[in-house]
């Protein structure tokens, strides 16, 4: 993952969250902080800054959203190890310090921000718009999901917008020169494209035969690699809300009262079966000289015409099926006789569903304009909307208020537990009080702590390494399961003896014998180059692929490669037919520069948005200059037992 954000470090997404940790108080600080408001002001004091505070809640939220933004970007690739190589904790520690110092200047420059501003500044979140415009149950309902008021959203909002204020001050100032526009243009407009081979350092095996004593020099001289860090045992107590649903039997009136409460979850959709036959031509199909407008009023026409002969075919008896078979131009349900199947209402567009409401079971409609083109539409059949009755969603319900319950009970059940055993840290006895067992872990560490019997549960593991020895912990409460843990075992890292991790470290010699040799044969690789000229050549016997690149330019990621810097810089240096090398991190190129593409010079739109670009770097660069030169001389004062 970090090699994705390395290698494609100028690609609008990693730019987009390069400058969330640049500059996480502008812009996408909506992602950080802004959505998710500065309301989570509980919990105790982290930092402070200039007398300000910066409170645990406010942090915590702001770490959150800040993860959950990467999590969104690159989903299933994002990992909890990207959170901690990337820092991800101190990026949110300094995004409210820099917001904290931002906020200050900006009371000491007396910019406000009206009331009306902020209320028209919420209008315009994408979030809160539906068909174009505001929508208050979509705004009611985001303030209720993050348990803010909406006193406390605007409040954020007002300082997203006073820091905006602040930044665009700094874009007024910025100016871009000739020889400036010029470079940046012949970046992003000359291309070049390269004949290229890549293999990683692991592409050819070593015939070095490992002998005891390789092994053991190896050992020696990299014991550190195989230190065995701190580990722990946990003793714990285990309990599942699912092992109690089977005890509770919900009363009449629990069910009547969650029915009522829920009732919205009842309603079931009006629902439509139908068939059409769609009718439409592309202003492409009509002949002739005509223009693109009074092509597309012919098309219009001939589409319309069709269809109204279709449907006097079908009025003197003509099968629908069979008519839509032949003639719709909807190639997924014209192979169906037009069938659609069944669908809620709100599916189709609205001239559509219009028509539809207008007939009977049975009945076919006359030719209906959509932006699709005409439809004659036949009804097959209809359900009205309706809510569902208590005895239709019974079994359901009984099932919701067994969860809920069997949750609430054992949530009863784990704080009595951690209650009984805080008096004399006797877990075990306090758990047999309630008829459980406590179970024990094997020794595990916080870089290794895969354990089945507790599953993905970071709170666990977090909470664990955070206990004193032989101190029970606090309730760990999740919908799934609980727990309350002591830690019974410590085992401070150590060097193990070879023969402990005998496996391991003849795997690591292999590995960087083959590193060694893949070096060796690459270097042998360059040499013959230099000689033949000829990559196909060079290559072959190898298992190793040619690849071409398209045209890029120094202003874009080289397809297949990556953003690195030392091949695109090497590449517009070179003369076409000239063959590099490069060797970055475990990945071996030999490449030649295929083909090149120059540039112009730059028209009146390009010079104007290439101007505009360079003028908002330069006041990026100016404005994180200002800041850093404020928090030089701001009093900050940071807890980081609190991260």
Same mark, same amino acid.
């Given at each position: 993952?970090?090699?994705?954000?390395?290698?494609?470090?100028?690609?609008?997404?990693?730019?987009?969250?390069?400058?969330?940790?640049?500059?996480?108080?502008?812009?996408?600080?909506?992602?950080?902080?802004?959505?998710?408001?500065?309301?989570?002001?509980?919990?105790?004091?982290?930092?402070?800054?200039?007398?300000?505070?910066?409170?645990?809640?406010?942090?915590?939220?702001?770490?959150?959203?800040?993860?959950?933004?990467?999590?969104?970007?690159?989903?299933?690739?994002?990992?909890?190890?990207?959170?901690?190589?990337?820092?991800?904790?101190?990026?949110?520690?300094?995004?409210?310090?820099?917001?904290?110092?931002?906020?200050?200047?900006?009371?000491?420059?007396?910019?406000?921000?009206?009331?009306?501003?902020?209320?028209?500044?919420?209008?315009?979140?994408?979030?809160?718009?539906?068909?174009?415009?505001?929508?208050?149950?979509?705004?009611?309902?985001?303030?209720?999901?993050?348990?803010?008021?909406?006193?406390?959203?605007?409040?954020?909002?007002?300082?997203?917008?006073?820091?905006?204020?602040?930044?665009?001050?700094?874009?007024?100032?910025?100016?871009?020169?000739?020889?400036?526009?010029?470079?940046?243009?012949?970046?992003?407009?000359?291309?070049?494209k390269l004949e290229y081979v890549r293999f990683t350092n692991d592409n050819f095996e070593s015939k070095t035969t490992i002998s005891d004593q390789a092994l053991k020099d190896y050992f020696q001289a990299n014991?550190?690699?195989?230190?065995?860090?701190?580990?722990?045992?946990?003793?714990?107590?285990?309990?599942?809300?699912?092992?109690?649903?089977?005890?509770?039997?919900?009363? #009449?009136?629990? &069910?009547?009262?969650?029915?009522?409460? @829920?009732?919205?979850?009842?309603?079931?959709? !009006?629902?439509? /079966? =139908?068939?059409?036959?769609?009718?439409?031509?592309?202003?492409?199909?009509?002949?002739?000289?005509?223009?693109?407008?009074?092509?597309?009023?012919?098309?219009?026409?001939?589409?319309?015409?069709?269809?109204?002969?279709?449907?006097?075919?079908?009025?003197?008896?003509?099968?629908?099926?069979?008519?839509?078979?032949?003639?719709?131009?909807?190639?997924?349900?014209?192979?169906?006789?037009?069938?659609?199947?069944?669908?809620?209402?709100?599916?189709?567009?609205?001239?559509?569903?219009?028509?539809?409401?207008?007939?009977?079971?049975?009945?076919?409609?006359?030719?209906?304009?959509?932006?699709?083109?005409?439809?004659?539409?036949?009804?097959?059949?209809?359900? #009205?909307?309706? &809510?569902?009755?208590?005895?239709?969603? @019974?079994?359901?319900?009984?099932?919701?208020? !067994?969860?809920? /319950? =069997?949750?609430?009970?054992?949530?009863?059940?784990?704080?009595?537990?951690?209650?009984?055993?805080?008096?004399?840290?006797?877990?075990?006895?306090?758990?047999?009080?309630?008829?459980?067992?406590?179970?024990?872990?094997?020794?595990?560490?916080?870089?290794?702590?895969?354990?089945?019997?507790?599953?993905?549960?970071?709170?666990?593991f977090n909470t664990a390494f955070s206990l004193e020895k032989n101190k029970v912990s606090e309730p760990i409460i999740t919908p799934e399961v609980s727990f309350v843990l002591k830690v019974t075992e410590e085992?401070?890292?150590?060097?193990?003896?070879?023969?402990?991790?005998?496996?391991?470290?003849?795997?690591?010699?292999?590995?960087?014998?083959?590193?060694?040799?893949?070096?060796?044969?690459?270097?042998?690789? @360059?040499?013959?180059?230099?000689?033949?000229?000829?990559?196909? /050549?060079?290559?072959?016997?190898?298992?190793?692929?040619?690849?071409?690149?398209?045209?890029?330019?120094?202003?874009?990621?080289?397809?297949?490669?990556?953003?690195?810097?030392?091949?695109?810089?090497?590449?517009?240096?070179?003369?076409?037919?000239?063959?590099?090398?490069?060797?970055?991190?475990?990945?071996?190129?030999?490449?030649?520069?295929?083909?090149?593409?120059?540039?112009?010079?730059?028209?009146?739109?390009?010079?104007?948005?290439?101007?505009?670009?360079?003028?908002?770097?330069?006041?990026?660069?100016?404005?994180?200059?200002?800041?850093?030169?404020?928090?030089?001389?701001?009093?900050?004062?940071?807890?980081?037992?609190?991260?």
């Open positions: 993952m970090l090699s994705i954000i390395r290698e494609h470090a100028d690609s609008w997404m990693i730019k987009a969250i390069l400058w969330l940790i640049i500059f996480a108080f502008i812009g996408t600080i909506f992602y950080s902080w802004g959505m998710g408001g500065s309301s989570g002001s509980g919990g105790g004091v982290l930092a402070s800054v200039n007398g300000e505070k910066i409170r645990q809640g406010e942090y915590e939220r702001t770490f959150n959203n800040l993860v959950d933004f990467y999590r969104q970007q690159f989903k299933n690739q994002f990992s909890n190890d990207m959170i901690k190589k990337l820092d991800l904790k101190n990026q949110a520690l300094e995004a409210l310090i820099q917001k904290k110092i931002l906020l200050i200047e900006a009371g000491k420059q007396n910019i406000q921000v009206s009331n009306e501003e902020v209320i028209s500044y919420i209008k315009k979140i994408p979030a809160f718009q539906s068909n174009k415009k505001f929508s208050e149950p979509a705004y009611r309902n985001y303030i209720k999901s993050q348990r803010l008021t909406p006193g406390e959203f605007e409040e954020t909002q007002r300082e997203t917008l006073l820091l905006d204020k602040l930044e665009k001050i700094f874009r007024t100032h910025s100016k871009a020169s000739k020889s400036e526009i010029l470079k940046e243009f012949r970046n992003q407009e000359d291309k070049v014991k550190s690699k195989f230190e065995i860090p701190p580990q722990i045992r946990v003793q714990y107590v285990k309990v599942e809300p699912k092992k109690y649903q089977s005890q509770i039997n919900p009363r #009449e009136e629990d &069910i009547e009262d969650y029915y009522q409460t @829920k009732i919205a979850n009842f309603n079931v959709k !009006k629902k439509y /079966k =139908a068939s059409h036959i769609l009718t439409s031509l592309k202003p492409s199909d009509i002949e002739g000289d005509a223009t693109e407008k009074e092509k597309q009023k012919q098309a219009d026409e001939k589409a319309k015409l069709k269809s109204n002969e279709l449907l006097e075919r079908l009025n003197k008896g003509a099968d629908f099926s069979e008519v839509a078979k032949k003639h719709s131009d909807d190639p997924s349900s014209g192979a169906n006789g037009g069938s659609l199947g069944e669908f809620p209402e709100g599916t189709m567009v609205s001239a559509f569903e219009n028509a539809l409401d207008k007939l009977k079971p049975g009945e076919i409609s006359k030719p209906v304009l959509s932006p699709f083109g005409y439809h004659i539409i036949k009804l097959e059949s209809m359900e #009205e909307k309706r &809510i569902k009755p208590l005895s239709e969603v @019974k079994d359901d319900i009984i099932q919701a208020l !067994k969860e809920i /319950k =069997a949750r609430q009970r054992v949530k009863r059940i784990i704080k009595r537990i951690h209650q009984a055993a805080q008096q004399d840290d006797n877990l075990s006895k306090a758990a047999e009080g309630h008829e459980l067992q406590t179970a024990e872990t094997d020794f595990f560490s916080r870089e290794n702590h895969i354990l089945l019997e507790i599953g993905n549960q970071p709170e666990f085992k401070p890292k150590y060097i193990p003896e070879l023969s402990e991790v005998q496996a391991k470290a003849k795997e690591a010699l292999a590995e960087s014998n083959n590193e060694a040799a893949t070096l060796k044969k690459f270097e042998e690789l @360059k040499e013959i180059l230099t000689r033949d000229k000829d990559l196909e /050549k060079v290559v072959k016997g190898y298992d190793i692929s040619i690849r071409n690149t398209p045209f890029f330019s120094k202003a874009e990621s080289i397809p297949g490669i990556g953003n690195i810097s030392e091949i695109k810089e090497k590449a517009f240096t070179m003369k076409t037919g000239e063959f590099s090398s490069a060797k970055v991190r475990d990945r071996f190129y030999l490449y030649k520069l295929a083909d090149i593409e120059k540039a112009g010079e730059p028209d009146s739109d390009q010079t104007k948005q290439i101007t505009n670009k360079i003028k908002i770097e330069k006041s990026r660069q100016a404005f994180q200059e200002w800041i850093e030169n404020l928090k030089t001389r701001a009093e900050i004062l940071v807890d980081k037992t609190l991260l």
